[in-house]
């Protein structure tokens, strides 16, 4: 059974700092792209960024503006994301997104709240 689970949300402040992690149950792992993903209330829910199978290419969505990291580890089964510079707007619910061609897995999330 495919499991997405991730972890390290929370509350932090304005300028702050969170690292979000996504553990896989995944067989061939190293051959999906994996994803984060963002939905604040009352909005749809949006890339933040993605990186591909060998995690060697990264995309991020503009709103980033050089203050998230994505990450890999295809050894641990594991993707990242390293949110610096946190602002109010980021507060949402990021979830983890595993996809090849043919299939596409989420995580059931983790909230980040940014407030003062």
């Known amino acids: 059974q495919v499991q997405l689970v991730e972890s390290g949300g929370g509350l932090a402040k304005p300028g702050g700092s969170l690292r979000l992690a996504c553990a896989a149950s995944?067989?061939?792992?190293?051959?999906?792209?994996m994803s984060w993903y963002r939905q604040a209330p009352g909005k749809e829910r949006e890339l933040v960024a993605h990186?591909?199978?060998?995690?060697?290419?990264?995309n991020y969505a503009d709103f980033v503006e050089g203050r998230f990291t994505i990450s890999r580890d295809n050894t641990k089964n594991t993707v990242s994301l390293q949110m610096n510079s946190l602002k109010l707007e980021d507060t949402a619910v990021y979830y983890c997104n595993a996809r090849d061609f043919t299939k596409s897995y989420w995580g059931q999330g983790t909230q980040v709240t940014v407030s003062s």
């Open positions: 995944l067989f061939a792992f190293d051959t999906f792209v």
């Open positions: 990186i591909g199978n060998a995690g060697d290419a990264t």
